[in-house]
């Protein structure tokens, strides 16, 4: 897909107003080891027919444009699993789907995740080729011993000499480090932090390691073999790495997510504003709206299973569902406070029918009062203090 | 009145984990009460809490059929009681339904409290006793011995104690031969009107209301208008029957019989455990001695979680109570729990046994205050009032006087343990009234105050004792002490529910023990938490928990939306869980666990 190019009849032109954005998440469900921490849907596979993927995403994404009559697509992301295993020609099958099923805005972003193994490194330039125009670098951590202990295929140099690539490659670049992993003191990750920095991209991702159930690593910590940092380490690691990061330009915009302005990944952005998104491929999940009502569609899980039904039946969805009012709400402030914007009053008027006084009613006030929140009329906003312990602070205003 | 020749009536009392229901296992068996296949270890421990904690709770009543070496037939009832001294109002109401007990001693342990205090029980009702010596199995027993304490301590002949084993059946037929040949027969007139006393009672969700009963004189059965003697009231009787321990019903009860009926009775409150029963057109002028009501020592609020529960919490109560008469309640306010019910209890493990049966029978999810003792206040204008709950307690300044309960403790101990419970009894502040010796083992007596037995003073004494010390108490009176409310302030609020009589010399530690305790318990939160303890206005302890300083998830994306809400929708239904005093969540363990404090 060429996105500036003349032979996308489809682009509306910037002033078009009130088009309905959609954002498009694509799910490659495979990688080439699964890694200790992850509970993602990723599989390991032998052998994948990418034609028949190919086949079965372009198949999706017809079927996806059916329910979205008018949409615009703001954003594409390529997530899983491991993306950069796909290949240049599965990439741009998709992409070029997308273009003759949807309307595209002119200044789309896609990005994709890519791991840094140089295999992986080295089809960059036919992403670039195919459209992708944001790399997402799953580097980790910049040590060896670090990596290791995070099950990653790649070496440290190999992360540094994937990023040089992927700067090279690509207008805009992003990296994901995890931190807070057992052991690491605060000097220890101001070190990491600050060579991190000084490579000087526009957006980091940086997230404490989590426990998820059902990983190796879960396992590990419920026999006491692994023990991550306390609470108050944690919050010491994080106070750093915000202070850091705004020493270097970029703003926490996200819980974990930082950026220098107008470089915030704007895909995300669509889920944390509870805007509409479509997800394509095995287990992904999408959110449209309906008038005041919210849907979310959901597509099989099992990559086999995906596959199969989409062959066989021209679909590979779950039943849709209507996100009752209630949860629906939860939603919203569930994604909307972990952004610094905060929920926009207007914008939730707009698509709840309810403003927010009614939403949270007193406990709203009450959270304000005690420094959690700020809410100034134009927006519910988190504060510092309150984005930390973020759980509570959703639980009281919820309850 | 007559003879009933072929019927034995008899209880089986036991300290403790000596075997009454396994051995109530092997005589249904030898009676072929139960197929094999039916059986399961402690068969009429049947509720899930008594299985779980191998415990009997509840006194059962099972009839077998025997046929005796003598070739006659004989209707046996057997009663299985509990052993723990909170119980030991079910084993007084057995006892009034029997002529006769079997005495069961574990021949590896001798004779413990309970054995001691439930023979005692036993003779004082005039019954029969056989003694047996159970565990013969064990290389551990010494049957001889225990024989010699039987004598020595009891004062009970045991030279023709039966010995068994109830876990390998030895010797079962033995003990069936000696109920038959030394137990006596029930007397009783069958031609005479009906006097029948209410053993016990429950609610049966196809039933309905299930009332148990031994017959003295005359003859329940269906048809029969029956009046209870203490409730007043008139019911038609509509099945009568046995346990077997299987329900069956029989075409009547007659005289020295024990088996159920129903009546069609609704009201909860009309079955008072130890009335009379007797025939409505033709009563007996004299009701049966009944039984001495039980006297609760620890009380304890219990509070729905949710209020909406309050009037299920009532219901509930009312049937667990006509169940279990020796627990008691009434109507209380909380300024920080609301509406809820103040209860009274035998122990406290027998409140534990009450609130978890509230909560897996009732599906009750409720919160319990701190139990205490009821204290006596006597006031500078001459009344006195009973005091059952600490956040009642008036101004220091209109009270002249407090008195506590105080109890007679017996406890029996191996003498290498001797020292060690010697000590405990000295802090607990108890004054030594006798001690003696059988064997290598002390009998010692002390008096205590209830309120340093009532909550862990049990638990203290298996463990410095390696389990071997085993205890008994009874009520003997009122003394006057230097008491005073000790309230808990949660970021400076009182909470009434946490309130606890001490007293003022201990006051001090036993504060800071509470403020330690409640720190473990308390959760961190988004605030830093005061916990205080105060004795009037003055502060004598205090702990901060902090503030819970990182609860937010690294990652949240399109795909996690769905996920991450149902976890907060979990994280909502354990808030639920826990009580909000001010902004601070308090789990229920707090309320009970914080008073089951070690040495303080
Ligand atoms: N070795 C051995 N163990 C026995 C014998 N009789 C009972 N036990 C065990 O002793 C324990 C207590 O037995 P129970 O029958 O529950 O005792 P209980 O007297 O009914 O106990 P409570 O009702 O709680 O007072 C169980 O673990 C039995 O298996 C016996 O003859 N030999
Ligand atoms: C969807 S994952 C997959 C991206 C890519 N496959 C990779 O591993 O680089 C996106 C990011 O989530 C982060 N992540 C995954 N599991 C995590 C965990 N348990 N704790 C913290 N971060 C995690 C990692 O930084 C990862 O780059
Ligand atoms: S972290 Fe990334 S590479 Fe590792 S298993 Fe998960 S999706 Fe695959
Ligand atoms: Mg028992």
């Given at each position: 897909?060429?996105?500036?190019s003349?032979?996308?009849?489809?682009?509306?032109?910037?002033?078009?107003?009130?088009?309905r954005?959609?954002?498009?998440?694509?799910?490659w469900?495979?990688?080439?080891?699964?890694?200790?921490?992850?509970?993602?849907?990723?599989?390991?596979?032998?052998?994948?027919?990418?034609d028949?993927?190919?086949?079965?995403?372009?198949?999706?994404?017809?079927?996806?444009?059916?329910?979205?009559?008018?949409?615009?697509?703001?954003?594409?992301f390529?997530?899983?699993?491991?993306?950069?295993?796909?290949?240049?020609?599965?990439?741009?099958t998709?992409?070029?789907?997308?273009?003759?099923?949807?309307t595209?805005a002119?200044?789309?972003?896609?990005?994709?995740?890519?791991?840094?193994?140089?295999?992986?490194?080295?089809?960059?330039?036919?992403?670039?080729?195919?459209?992708?125009?944001?790399?997402?670098?799953?580097?980790?951590?910049?040590?060896?011993?670090?990596?290791k202990?995070?099950?990653?295929?790649h070496?440290?140099?190999?992360?540094?000499?994937?990023?040089?690539?992927?700067?090279?490659?690509?207008?805009?670049?992003?990296?994901?480090?995890?931190?807070?992993?057992?052991?690491?003191?605060?000097a220890?990750?101001?070190?990491e932090?600050?060579?991190?920095?000084?490579?000087?991209?526009?957006?980091l991702?940086?997230?404490?390691?989590t426990?998820?159930?059902?990983?190796?690593?879960?396992?590990?910590?419920?026999?006491?073999?692994?023990?991550?940092?306390?609470?108050?380490?944690?919050?010491?690691?994080?106070?750093?790495?915000?202070?850091?990061?705004?020493?270097?330009?970029?703003?926490?915009?996200?819980?974990?997510?930082?950026?220098?302005?107008?470089?915030?990944?704007?895909?995300?952005?669509?889920?944390?504003?509870?805007?509409?998104?479509?997800?394509?491929?095995?287990?992904?999940?999408?959110?449209?709206?309906?008038?005041?009502?919210?849907?979310?569609?959901?597509?099989?899980?099992?990559?086999?299973?995906?596959?199969?039904?989409?062959?066989?039946?021209?679909?590979?969805?779950?039943?849709?569902?209507r996100?009752?009012?209630?949860?629906?709400?939860?939603?919203?402030?569930?994604?909307?406070?972990?952004?610094?914007?905060?929920?926009?009053?207007?914008?939730?008027?707009?698509?709840?029918?309810?403003?927010?006084?009614?939403?949270?009613?007193?406990?709203?006030?009450?959270?304000?009062?005690?420094?959690?929140?700020?809410?100034?009329?134009?927006?519910?906003?988190?504060?510092?203090?309150?984005?930390?312990?973020?759980?509570?602070?959703?639980?009281?205003?919820?309850? | 009145?007559?003879?009933?020749?072929?019927?034995?009536?008899?209880?089986?009392?036991?300290h403790?984990?000596?075997?009454?229901?396994?051995?109530?296992?092997?005589?249904?068996?030898?009676?072929?009460?139960?197929?094999?296949?039916?059986?399961?270890?402690?068969?009429?421990?049947?509720?899930?809490?008594?299985?779980?904690?191998?415990?009997?709770?509840?006194?059962?009543?099972?009839?077998?059929?025997?046929?005796?070496?003598d070739?006659?037939?004989?209707?046996?009832?057997?009663?299985?009681?509990?052993?723990?001294?909170?119980?030991?109002?079910?084993?007084?109401?057995?006892?009034?339904?029997?002529?006769?007990?079997?005495?069961?001693?574990?021949?590896?342990q001798?004779?413990?409290?309970?054995?001691?205090?439930?023979?005692?029980?036993?003779?004082?009702?005039?019954?029969?006793?056989?003694?047996?010596?159970?565990?013969?199995?064990?290389?551990a027993?010494?049957?001889?011995k225990?024989?010699?304490?039987?004598?020595?301590?009891?004062?009970?002949?045991?030279?023709?104690?039966?010995?068994?084993?109830?876990?390998?059946?030895?010797?079962?037929?033995?003990?069936?031969?000696?109920?038959?040949?030394?137990?006596p027969?029930?007397?009783g007139?069958?031609?005479?009107?009906?006097?029948?006393?209410?053993?016990?009672?429950?609610?049966?969700?196809?039933?309905?209301?299930?009332?148990?009963?031994?017959?003295?004189?005359?003859?329940?059965?269906?048809?029969?208008?029956?009046?209870?003697?203490?409730a007043?009231?008139?019911?038609?009787?509509?099945?009568?029957?046995?346990?077997?321990?299987k329900?069956?019903?029989?075409?009547?009860?007659?005289?020295?019989?024990?088996?159920?009926?129903?009546?069609?009775?609704?009201?909860?409150?009309?079955?008072?455990?130890?009335?009379?029963?007797?025939?409505?057109?033709?009563p007996?002028?004299?009701?049966l001695?009944?039984?001495?009501?039980?006297?609760?020592?620890?009380?304890?609020?219990l509070?729905p979680?949710?209020?909406?529960?309050?009037p299920?919490?009532?219901?509930?109560?009312?049937?667990?109570?006509?169940?279990?008469?020796?627990?008691?309640?009434?109507?209380?306010?909380?300024a920080?729990?609301?509406?809820?019910?103040?209860?009274?209890?035998?122990?406290?493990?027998?409140?534990?046994?009450?609130?978890?049966?509230?909560?897996?029978?009732?599906?009750?999810?409720?919160?319990?205050?701190?139990?205490?003792?009821?204290?006596?206040?006597?006031?500078?204008?001459?009344?006195?009032?009973?005091?059952?709950?600490?956040?009642d307690?008036?101004?220091?300044?209109?009270?002249?006087h407090?008195?506590?309960?105080?109890?007679?403790?017996?406890?029996?101990?191996?003498?290498?343990?001797?020292?060690?419970?010697?000590?405990?009894?000295?802090?607990?502040?108890?004054?030594?009234?006798?001690?003696?010796?059988?064997?290598?083992?002390?009998?010692?007596?002390?008096?205590?105050?209830?309120?340093?037995?009532?909550?862990?003073?049990?638990?203290?004494?298996?463990?410095?004792?390696?389990?071997?010390?085993?205890?008994?108490?009874e009520?003997?009176?009122?003394?006057?002490?230097?008491?005073?409310?000790?309230?808990?302030?949660?970021?400076?609020?009182?909470?009434d529910?946490?309130?606890?009589?001490?007293?003022?010399?201990?006051?001090?530690?036993r504060?800071r023990?509470?403020?330690?305790?409640?720190?473990?318990?308390?959760?961190r939160?988004?605030?830093?938490?005061a916990?205080?303890?105060?004795?009037?206005g003055?502060?004598?302890?205090?702990?901060?928990?902090?503030?819970?300083?990182?609860?937010?998830?690294?990652?949240?994306?399109?795909?996690?939306?769905?996920?991450?809400?149902?976890?907060?929708?979990?994280?909502?239904?354990?808030?639920?869980?826990?009580?909000?005093?001010?902004?601070?969540?308090?789990?229920?363990?707090?309320?009970?666990?914080?008073?089951?404090?070690?040495?303080?």
């Amino acid at each position: 897909m060429q996105t500036h190019s003349a032979n996308s009849s489809q682009v509306v032109s910037p002033t078009a107003s009130a088009a309905r954005e959609l954002a498009i998440y694509v799910h490659w469900p495979f990688c080439l080891a699964k890694c200790p921490y992850c509970d993602f849907n990723s599989h390991v596979r032998e052998r994948i027919e990418q034609d028949r993927w190919r086949a079965a995403y372009a198949r999706e994404i017809k079927r996806g444009a059916e329910g979205v009559p008018g949409g615009v697509v703001t954003s594409i992301f390529f997530g899983g699993g491991t993306p950069s295993l796909m290949e240049g020609a599965t990439v741009a099958t998709v992409l070029d789907g997308i273009a003759a099923s949807f309307t595209i805005a002119p200044d789309i972003e896609i990005t994709l995740e890519a791991n840094p193994t140089s295999v992986e490194a080295a089809r960059f330039r036919d992403y670039r080729a195919a459209g992708v125009n944001r790399l997402s670098l799953g580097m980790q951590a910049l040590d060896d011993a670090a990596l290791k202990f995070l099950g990653r295929e790649h070496s440290a140099d190999q992360a540094r000499a994937a990023l040089a690539t992927g700067r090279a490659v690509f207008p805009r670049v992003s990296f994901d480090l995890i931190y807070a992993r057992p052991g690491q003191d605060v000097a220890a990750w101001r070190r990491e932090l600050a060579e991190a920095l000084a490579f000087g991209t526009e957006h980091l991702s940086l997230y404490q390691l989590t426990i998820e159930e059902g990983t190796r690593f879960h396992e590990r910590a419920s026999q006491g073999a692994l023990t991550v940092p306390d609470d108050d380490l944690q919050a010491d690691l994080y106070e750093v790495t915000g202070e850091l990061c705004n020493a270097a330009g970029l703003q926490a915009y996200e819980v974990s997510n930082y950026a220098r302005a107008g470089s915030e990944c704007r895909h995300n952005l669509t889920y944390w504003r509870s805007g509409e998104w479509i997800g394509l491929g095995p287990g992904a999940h999408g959110r449209l709206q309906d008038g005041h009502a919210r849907i979310a569609t959901r597509a099989i899980r099992s990559p086999e299973q995906w596959l199969a039904a989409v062959e066989g039946f021209g679909s590979g969805a779950e039943p849709d569902e209507r996100v009752d009012p209630e949860a629906a709400l939860r939603e919203r402030a569930l994604m909307g406070l972990r952004l610094s914007e905060g929920i926009a009053a207007a914008e939730f008027v707009r698509t709840t029918g309810r403003t927010i006084d009614e939403a949270f009613g007193n406990a709203l006030p009450a959270l304000v009062e005690d420094g959690f929140l700020v809410w100034d009329g134009s927006a519910v906003r988190a504060t510092p203090r309150g984005r930390l312990v973020l759980n509570r602070v959703l639980a009281a205003l919820l309850d | 009145m007559a003879a009933i020749p072929h019927i034995r009536n008899f209880s089986i009392i036991a300290h403790i984990d000596h075997g009454k229901s396994t051995l109530a296992d092997r005589l249904i068996e030898a009676c072929h009460g139960l197929e094999a296949r039916e059986m399961t270890a402690q068969v009429l421990d049947s509720m899930d809490i008594e299985k779980e904690r191998g415990i009997t709770i509840k006194a059962q009543t099972v009839r077998l059929n025997y046929t005796a070496r003598d070739g006659q037939q004989y209707i046996l009832n057997l009663m299985d009681t509990p052993g723990h001294v909170d119980f030991s109002y079910e084993v007084s109401r057995s006892l009034a339904a029997c002529e006769g007990s079997i005495l069961l001693v574990d021949a590896s342990q001798g004779v413990e409290a309970q054995t001691l205090a439930n023979a005692y029980l036993a003779i004082e009702a005039g019954h029969e006793i056989v003694p047996v010596l159970n565990k013969i199995d064990l290389p551990a027993s010494d049957p001889d011995k225990a024989k010699a304490q039987i004598e020595e301590v009891i004062g009970l002949d045991a030279s023709n104690a039966v010995l068994i084993s109830a876990k390998t059946g030895e010797n079962i037929p033995e003990v069936l031969e000696a109920l038959v040949a030394r137990l006596p027969a029930p007397q009783g007139d069958a031609t005479a009107s009906l006097a029948a006393l209410l053993v016990d009672s429950w609610y049966d969700p196809y039933l309905g209301v299930v009332v148990l009963v031994r017959i003295k004189d005359g003859i329940a059965k269906k048809g029969l208008k029956i009046r209870m003697m203490a409730a007043g009231s008139s019911h038609v009787i509509e099945t009568v029957g046995v346990f077997t321990p299987k329900l069956k019903n029989t075409d009547q009860l007659g005289p020295g019989e024990i088996g159920f009926f129903t009546a069609g009775i609704k009201e909860v409150a009309e079955t008072h455990v130890g009335d009379t029963i007797t025939d409505d057109r033709r009563p007996v002028a004299v009701p049966l001695p009944g039984f001495k009501p039980s006297i609760p020592v620890v009380f304890c609020g219990l509070f729905p979680i949710d209020a909406a529960d309050f009037p299920r919490l009532r219901e509930s109560l009312a049937r667990l109570r006509l169940n279990d008469s020796s627990f008691h309640f009434e109507a209380e306010t909380s300024a920080a729990l609301g509406f809820g019910f103040r209860c009274g209890f035998l122990g406290l493990l027998h409140l534990e046994i009450i609130q978890e049966r509230l909560s897996r029978e009732f599906d009750l999810e409720l919160i319990a205050t701190a139990p205490s003792v009821v204290y006596r206040l006597f006031m500078t204008n001459g009344e006195m009032k009973e005091l059952h709950n600490p956040a009642d307690m008036p101004e220091e300044n209109y009270i002249e006087h407090m008195e506590e309960p105080w109890i007679r403790a017996t406890i029996m101990v191996p003498d290498q343990y001797l020292g060690s419970v010697l000590k405990l009894c000295e802090d607990r502040r108890g004054e030594q009234t006798n001690l003696s010796h059988t064997g290598a083992r002390a009998v010692v007596e002390y008096a205590l105050p209830l309120n340093e037995v009532v909550f862990d003073f049990y638990d203290r004494l298996k463990s410095i004792s390696s389990g071997y010390a085993s205890f008994d108490y009874e009520l003997t009176g009122y003394k006057e002490n230097d008491l005073v409310k000790m309230n808990i302030l949660i970021n400076a609020e009182p909470v009434d529910a946490l309130s606890t009589i001490v007293y003022r010399k201990t006051a001090e530690s036993r504060g800071r023990a509470l403020c330690e305790r409640l720190k473990e318990l308390i959760p961190r939160q988004m605030f830093i938490i005061a916990i205080q303890a105060a004795i009037g206005g003055r502060i004598v302890a205090r702990e901060t928990i902090s503030a819970m300083r990182k609860d937010v998830l690294a990652k949240c994306y399109g795909g996690d939306v769905s996920r991450k809400r149902k976890l907060l929708d979990k994280q909502k239904k354990g808030k639920k869980k826990m009580r909000q005093f001010g902004k601070v969540d308090i789990p229920q363990e707090a309320f009970i666990a914080a008073l089951k404090m070690g040495d303080s």
